[in-house]
């Protein structure tokens, strides 16, 4: 049966033994973000508190922190989705399962956004600051809701089937927002929120937004959800709950019927400080100029039940949300770009910072084939949704390797590293855009990007940790330690001199079994596994300012320079700080999730 609320989902979950409460009073200034970062990290089930310090609700958090809860929320919708978009992606394909296509028509009908008379979430009215202030890190700003569905419209095109919902952060306390009155609202400039916000002002018109809390898990996921042009998340929420989106008017505002909350207001004119925000790629982003939002009204539904994620160095929740968002979407991947075979966004370096992709390369036969094709499948990558905030993107040809694959992410390197040539497969875009939240660049939204490029015939052999006791060191830098085949990681303080570690590695008789080395503040922390070495180079560097190579030159405008490529990644003045954990909410939230219990009801 499909979800009618959020707590229909909660008690599913709980006949399963997936969903475990907590009774004690829980404090949403740090405690319960730590709770929820231990139990996706523990594997632990979806967790209800029943008692939030400071608010009349209550609320729940690692709703989709595994795969298990996730087939058990959307069950066989999932699997109907995945059909839809198998016949977007290969029409003549899916022809050869008829059984499935005889039920597209019908789902898509039943999954357009319907008109109710029935709203229970205009149940009452409250303040703002009564929903739970989760307030995740020491230095947020303040506190912040974490999974809002964010809706806006079109000024000039108000049609329901043409509405917006996005995911973007809602700052509620702190700063100079005034309390229960505003909010601030961070969008980064790609989104469709932003082109209605840019046309309202063009028009003269104040921009009305509603903000959806809870409802059917679908919602929610469906704010995240990447879609085609013109094609509105509410039908996404439909189809993947089997339940069309219910919705009303308030004024001149869409309501979500079966929401937990509903935020009502208009975007102000002016912009305030939001900010800052422990942020996905495991750093703080900063405190900027951002819309916001003037609050009219705040509702809730009888019962209401806040539900929440919280976000930091990956993995985290949102990773599950990334690989749902990936098993949905991954057949649209080679329909929408040519001869892309398959892409991956990387969670442990911040999913933006790295994307690794396989393409065909058929210009040329195997004796002489280089890559060209690639560059062409590369360009289209970086002007395709958000795979377009790529930073460092890696990209092979199928044709060298059948079982290549870019989610075996070490062997891909691998692969790419032992047949690179440097002077021809480095392509920088320099001056250009990125994701906002990534600070590496020369200012908000600024900075570079540059795509490796691999194909043809094994250039080297790849060192696996051999003849670093002859790796040359010189002042303020450590010895070398090995990462994977290829790749190493070197400490290097604050004052070293990157002129003279190059200078001294171009001798090194060596460099070829390493063509990759990372500068880092700590090469033992970097090197301890994988996503270290993966969060650490890609989160802290940027392409232009921090990629060196022996022997440089620019050729006709071409950057080309010899082996080894190295990074620097180490910490820097502009950069933003680390997030740390408080190790005595840390304890407290520890013992209140061993108190956790299965014995309680909904």
Request: glycine letters at 4%; charged letters at 20%; hydrophobic letters at 40%.
């Amino acid at each position: 049966m499909p979800y009618r609320s959020l707590e229909d989902a909660l008690k599913e979950l709980k006949k399963n033994n997936l969903l475990i409460s907590i009774q004690e009073e829980v404090d949403p200034y740090l405690e319960m973000a730590a709770i929820a970062r231990q139990a996706y990290a523990q594997k632990s089930p979806a967790i209800l508190f029943e008692n939030v310090k400071g608010s009349p609700f209550r609320a729940v958090c690692n709703l989709f922190g595994s795969e298990e809860r996730i087939q058990i929320l959307f069950k066989k919708k999932l699997k109907l989705l995945k059909h839809a978009i198998d016949f977007k992606s290969n029409p003549l394909q899916s022809l050869k399962k008829p059984s499935s296509l005889f039920r597209l028509p019908f789902a898509a009908l039943h999954a357009l956004p319907r008109f109710s008379l029935f709203n229970p979430v205009l149940f009452k009215e409250c303040r703002l600051t009564d929903i739970p202030l989760l307030h995740s890190w020491p230095k947020d700003g303040g506190a912040f809701i974490t999974l809002p569905q964010v809706c806006s419209l079109s000024p000039d095109t108000p049609s329901i089937l043409k509405t917006n919902i996005g995911m973007y952060r809602i700052q509620i306390t702190g700063n100079d927002y005034e309390k229960d009155q505003e909010c601030g609202l961070h969008y980064q400039i790609n989104r469709d929120i932003a082109k209605h916000h840019e046309k309202a002002i063009q028009l003269n018109k104040p921009l009305k937004v509603s903000i959806f809390i809870g409802g059917p898990p679908a919602h929610t996921v469906a704010a995240v959800m990447p879609m085609p042009e013109n094609l509105s998340e509410l039908f996404m929420a439909g189809l993947l709950n089997g339940r069309a989106f219910r919705y009303s008017k308030y004024k001149d505002w869409i309501i979500s019927s079966e929401a937990d909350f509903c935020i009502l207001g208009e975007i102000d004119p002016h912009l305030k400080e939001e900010g800052p925000f422990g942020d996905h790629l495991g750093y703080y982003s900063g405190k900027h100029p951002f819309p916001f939002i003037k609050i009219h009204k705040v509702f809730h539904r009888k019962n209401a039940i806040y539900p929440f994620t919280v976000v930091g160095r990956p993995p985290q929740e949102d990773t599950q949300f990334g690989a749902l968002i990936h098993q949905i979407t991954a057949p649209m991947v080679p329909a929408s770009v040519a001869n892309l075979i398959e892409m991956h966004a990387v969670d442990a370096a911040g999913v933006h910072p790295l994307l690794l992709a396989i393409g065909n390369e058929s210009f040329l036969p195997y004796e002489a084939r280089e890559p060209m094709q690639l560059l062409k499948i590369a360009n289209a990558i970086l002007g395709f949704n958000q795979a377009a905030l790529a930073k460092y993107l890696w990209i092979a040809a199928i044709q060298d390797d059948s079982q290549l694959s870019t989610s075996k992410i070490a062997s891909f390197f691998e692969h790419c590293l032992s047949r690179i040539d440097f002077s021809r497969d480095l392509h920088f875009q320099t001056s250009t855009t990125i994701d906002t939240l990534d600070y590496t660049g020369t200012s908000l939204n600024h900075g570079s990007k540059l795509v490796l490029a691999a194909a043809g015939k094994v250039k080297r052999q790849l060192g696996k940790g051999e003849f670093l006791e002859d790796f040359p060191l010189i002042e303020d830098f450590s010895k070398a330690y090995w990462v994977m085949p290829g790749v190493l990681c070197v400490t290097a303080s604050q004052d070293a001199s990157m002129d003279l570690f190059l200078e001294s590695l171009s001798t090194w008789e060596h460099r070829e079994l390493y063509p990759w080395i990372s500068l880092v503040d700590d090469a033992v922390f970097a090197s301890k596994n994988l996503d270290n070495w993966l969060w650490v180079t890609f989160t802290r560097s940027d392409p232009a300012q921090d990629v060196y190579g022996i022997h440089s030159k620019i050729h006709q405008k071409h950057y080309a320079c010899e082996a080894p490529l190295v990074v620097d990644a180490r910490s820097k003045k502009h950069h933003q700080e680390a997030l740390i954990e408080n190790p005595i909410i840390e304890a407290k939230a520890k013992e209140k999730l061993a108190n956790a219990t299965f014995n309680f009801s909904l």
